[in-house]
C-alpha cells in the first residue's frame, strides 16, 4: 500500500484523533473534562427536532402556552446534558487485567473503575474495539465497580485489547457522552490443545519420553506398629506408650513419584505450531494425572515439579515460544 493510500485510510478511522485519557506514575487514567465527548443520540436528534416543530408552531401561532412548553423541554435536554456529562467525568480507571485462557477461548478482562468525587455513576459502559458487546456497571460515591467484558482470542502469545471506550446515556438516553482510555492491559493466550487420543509422552527411556525416579518418603502418616529394636527414638510415640499398653512407634509409608519428561524433540506434526498444540496436550494430561512431570524444549528446560504454579509456567513458557529456525 502506497504512503497516500495508507494517510487516507488511516485518516478515515478519525478517532483516532480524539483525545485518550492515559496513565502516569501515581494512577490509572482518569476522565478529565478535556477526554470527554458528548453528541446526541437518536433519541435525542428526533428530540431536538420535536422542539423545534414546538417552538416554529408557536411563533406561528402565538401561542403562549406552546412557548412555555417548548422552552421548558429545551431546558430540560440541557440539564440533561449536563448530568450526562457529569457521569461520566473524572472517572479513573484503575485496573485492568485478565487471566490467561487458550487460543480460541474468550478472555474475561476485568476493567476496574474507581469513583472519587462523591456522586452516584448509573449505567456506566464499557467495550473494546475487539470486545463482544459492552456491559455495564453502576459505581456508588468513593468506590469501585468492576466490568467483566468478553474478549475473544485467537492466537498464542501476548495479546492487547487496546484502549477502552467508556460511554453512558444517563437519565434520559438523548446524548451519549463518551471517553477512550489507553491502558497496558495484555493478555496470555495459550496455545491450543491438540485433539486427546494422541499418543502419550510417557516412557521408560532417558531421551525425554519419560524417566521414572524412585522417590521414597516418609512424610505420610500410616499408623501406629509395636516398637521393633533399631526404631528411632524420633519415631516412637511416647504420648501412646504412657498409656502403659506397650511401646508403639509411628510408621510412615512413601509414596514413589513418577517423573515424565516431555520433550520437543519427541512431537510430530506438520508444522511448529502443531507441535505445540501436541505438547501443551501432554501438559495438560500430565497435571490432570498429578504425577510430576518436566518440560523440555529447545531454548528451555523446566525442571519436573508438580502443582498449579508448575502448569502454568509450562503453559507459558509454550505461549511464548519462539519456533526454531
Known sequence: MSRPAAFIKSSLNWTRWLRTA???????????TRHIYILPTRAGVLYGTIIIAMLLGSIN????????????????????????????AWLEVSHCQASPVFAGEDAALEV????S?????????????????????D????????ITLAYPTARRGWSEPGRLTLFTVFPLGLLQAWSYADTDCRVLVYPRPAASGRSSASSTDQAGKGSRDSLLGDQ????????????SPRRIDWKASSREQGMYSKHFQGEPVSSVWLDWHETTGPDGEERICQLVRWVVDAHQAGGRYGLRLPQLTLAADRGEAHYQRCLQALALMELPA
Not at 492515559?22 to 478529565?32: F, I, K, S
Not at 402556552?65 to 449536563?82: D, K, Q, R, S, W
Not at 476496574?112 to 469513583?115: A, C, I, P, Q
Not at 459505581?139 to 468492576?146: A, D, L
Open 22 to 32: 492515559r496513565a502516569d506514575a501515581r494512577r490509572g487514567p482518569v476522565l478529565t
Open 61 to 88: 401561532y402565538s401561542l403562549s402556552l406552546g412557548f412555555v412548553l417548548t422552552f421548558l423541554l429545551a431546558a430540560l435536554g440541557i440539564v440533561c446534558m449536563l448530568h450526562t456529562w457529569r457521569n461520566l
Open 112 to 115: 476496574r473503575l474507581k469513583e
Open 117 to 137: 468525587s462523591g456522586r452516584m455513576r448509573h449505567a456506566i459502559y464499557a467495550s473494546c474495539a475487539a470486545c463482544l458487546q459492552p456491559q455495564s456497571t
Open 139 to 146: 459505581i456508588p460515591p468513593k468506590q469501585s465497580g468492576t
Open 220 to 231: 505420610d502418616f500410616a499408623g501406629l506398629r509395636h516398637y521393633r529394636p533399631g526404631d
